[in-house]
C-alpha cells in the first residue's frame, strides 16, 4: 500500500526537474510548483506556497480559493510549521487549536517548511476536504519536493528566494 502510494510522488519529482530546469525566478517557479502538485495528486482543493517575510508569511503562488494574505509566524497550520521549522500533518483541522480558515471545505492539512541552512524560508501547504487526506507517505513526498525545488535555487546565489526569511527585518 506505502509502496504503491510513494509511487504518486516519483512522477512529480520528475516532471519538476523539467518544469523548473534552466529557470531561475523563484515565483515563477512556485507558481509551476503548485501547479503540478495541485494537478497531480488526488483529493486536494488547495496547495500553494507562503513566505516569510519579517514575522509574518506572506501569501506566494497557489492553486484554489483565495486564501489568507498575511499569517503571523506561530500561528495557524503554517505558522506552526514555519515557528517549528517542521512538517505539521493535521488528520482533521477541527482539531488543531488555531487552525485558520481559508476555505471550509478544507478538512486535513499537510504544512512543510522550506527550511534552508537553518533559515526558515517559507512554507508549502496543502488542504484537503478529506479527513485524514495526508499520511506519513505524502508528508515525505511532499518534504522531498520541497528539498528539490530547493536545491535547484542553490545554483543561483542572488536568487531573491534567499532573501526571504523570519529573522531578517
Ligand atoms: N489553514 C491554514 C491557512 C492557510 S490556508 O489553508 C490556505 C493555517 O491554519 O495556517
Do not use: W
Given at each position: 500500500m506505502t509502496a504503491d502510494k510513494s509511487g504518486l510522488y516519483r512522477d512529480p519529482s520528475r516532471q519538476l526537474a523539467a518544469l523548473l530546469a534552466g529557470e531561475p525566478d523563484p515565483i515563477a517557479n512556485a507558481a509551476n510548483t503548485v501547479a503540478l502538485i495541485y494537478h497531480t495528486l488526488p483529493d486536494l482543493n488547495w496547495a500553494g506556497f507562503y513566505f516569510?517575510?519579517?514575522?509574518e508569511l506572506v501569501l506566494g503562488p497557489f492553486q484554489g480559493k483565495p486564501a489568507c494574505a498575511r499569517i503571523a509566524i506561530g500561528k495557524g497550520v503554517c505558522g506552526t510549521a514555519a515557528a517549528r521549522a517542521a512538517t505539521v500533518l493535521v488528520p482533521d483541522v477541527h482539531d488543531f487549536s488555531g487552525h485558520i480558515t481559508c476555505d471550509p471545505d478544507s478538512r486535513s492539512e499537510l504544512a512543510v517548511p522550506l527550511v534552508e541552512a537553518g533559515r526558515v524560508l517559507?512554507?508549502?501547504?496543502?488542504?484537503s476536504p478529506l479527513r485524514a487526506r495526508f499520511d506519513e507517505v505524502d508528508q515525505a513526498g511532499c518534504e522531498r519536493l520541497v528539498a528539490q525545488f530547493l536545491e535547484h535555487h542553490r545554483q543561483y546565489p542572488s536568487c531573491r528566494l534567499w532573501r526571504n526569511s523570519g529573522d531578517q527585518k
Open positions: 516569510c517575510d519579517g514575522p517559507g512554507v508549502l501547504d496543502l488542504d
